[in-house]
């Protein structure tokens, strides 16, 4: 909910955020843009807990809707 709180800062008006939790995890948290996976906390991404990840879903993010 932080993460989805931030981009929601970053990008007011401009991101649809949906999240899913899963009974038995923590959940799948992952990141597309245009149908792009950008992040993905399954595949490895692990959880976006430092600048770097934030920057990089940031960067596709604006990338994408052309910021």
Known sequence: ?????LLEDEFPG???ITSEGTPTTT???????NGVLIHSKK???GF???SQKMAK????I???IGK
């Open 62 to 64: 604006k990338n994408a």
């Open 14 to 16: 401009d991101l649809e």
């Open 27 to 33: 959940g799948w948290f992952e990141v597309q843009v």
């Open 48 to 50: 976006v807990d430092n």
């Open 1 to 5: 909910m932080k993460l989805k709180t």
């Open 57 to 60: 879903i940031v960067s596709a």
């Open 43 to 45: 595949n490895g991404d």
